[in-house]
């Protein structure tokens, strides 16, 4: 049973940093595209960053040179790195997995199958 569990959300200040963590259960989640995305109230989910099985990372415009995805086969986690937040990266953040409908790789929500449960972040004075 695949499954993926976020943590690492919390409240921090504007210009603070976070580091989210998803563990990966279910399958071999090395061999697997991860996809982080988040969701802001009345908005539509957004792909912040993914990481592929060769290890290749790609990020959204809006949080290039903030955000950093990595991984640990060992453990089976991806971690997202965001440095400088600003108060429009709050929202719940969620990790995701999927075939990506054959794309090498995709921001888009509806390529990824499966869903964590999510982690509030909170960008606020």
């Known amino acids: 049973q695949v499954q993926l569990v976020e943590s690492g959300g919390g409240l921090v200040q504007p210009g603070g940093s976070l580091r989210l963590s998803c563990t990966a259960s279910g399958f071999p989640a090395g061999n697997y595209p991860i996809g982080w995305f988040r969701q802001a109230p009345g908005k539509e989910r957004e792909g912040v960053s993914c990481i592929i099985r060769d290890g290749s990372t790609y990020y959204a415009d809006s949080v290039k040179g903030r955000f950093t995805i990595s991984r640990d086969n060992d453990k089976s986690t991806v971690y997202l790195q965001m440095n400088n937040l600003k108060p429009e990266d709050t929202a719940v953040y969620y990790c995701?997995?999927?075939?990506?409908?054959?794309?090498?790789?995709?921001?888009?929500?509806?390529?990824?199958?499966?869903w964590g449960q999510g982690t509030q972040v909170t960008v606020s004075s």
């Open positions: 995701a997995t999927g075939d990506l409908r054959g794309s090498r790789w995709s921001l888009y929500f509806a390529d990824y199958d499966y």
